[in-house]
């Protein structure tokens, strides 16, 4: 059996991503298409404080599918297909999610969504910080990132509050329903049983990739006597 070295793995995904980016040269050359409408349509100053929370979300959810959608390109033209569904399954997510705030309520879905985001940063981050004080271990700059996560979402909720919102309903209503509800509520329930049932297998690792990364060969030396 042959082993390889990091070395030779980089060659490898050099040559192969090098060779496909030809081979796939008109498709790719769209990518400078979508990059150009996005940045004209992306850049310029947003806020989640803002009375249009919506706008802020869209520009930065869009931005990340936009990078995702790029790393994923790279790993399918390096020769790594299968790793790209992990990637692909964050995109469709939240495409879902922004369909259903934009069809039911675009600035109070947009609240609910960066609400429920601060609550499981700042709970994330108490976690940790707790953890390391009863250990008593280092927790650097822990404490003043779980204050500035605490105090912006103070303020969130304040805005939310002037806009006469309440924020814990948004926060059940577009924060923490699942995307499964979600389908439902949008009548795709076969978009959840199929297509994200399929991407998550690759999260989850249900063996959907095994096919692309071993080769099946009939030995009865693999099999019970």
């Known amino acids: 059996m042959n082993t390889y070295d990091w070395n030779w793995f980089e060659k490898k995904i050099s040559e192969s991503l090098k060779t496909n980016s030809i081979k796939h040269k008109k498709i790719l050359d769209f990518i400078k298409n979508i990059d150009s409408i996005l940045q004209e349509a992306l850049n310029h100053p947003i806020s989640p404080f803002s009375s249009r929370p919506q706008d802020y979300l869209a520009c930065i959810t869009i931005t990340r599918c936009f990078r995702l959608l790029i790393s994923g390109l790279n790993l399918i033209l390096s020769g790594f297909p299968e790793c790209a569904s ?72 304040e805005k939310a509050k002037e806009m006469n919102y309440d924020p814990d309903k948004l926060i059940n209503k577009f924060g923490k329903l699942g995307i499964g509800n979600i389908c439902e509520i949008l009548n795709i329930r076969k978009a959840y049983d199929v297509s994200y049932n399929y991407l998550s297998g690759f999260v989850h690792e249900q063996f959907r990739a095994t096919e692309d990364i071993s080769i099946q060969v009939d030995d009865p030396m693999c099999q019970d006597s």
């Open 86 to 157: 992990n990637l692909d399954r964050s995109i469709w997510e939240i495409g879902i999610r922004l369909s259903y705030i934009n069809e039911k309520n675009p600035t109070g879905g947009a609240f609910g969504w960066l609400l429920y985001s601060y609550e499981s940063d700042i709970s994330m981050l108490k976690a940790e910080y707790e953890y390391r004080i009863q250990i008593n271990e280092d927790f650097g700059n822990l404490l003043l990132n779980l204050q500035s996560k605490e105090s912006d979402l103070k303020n969130l909720r």
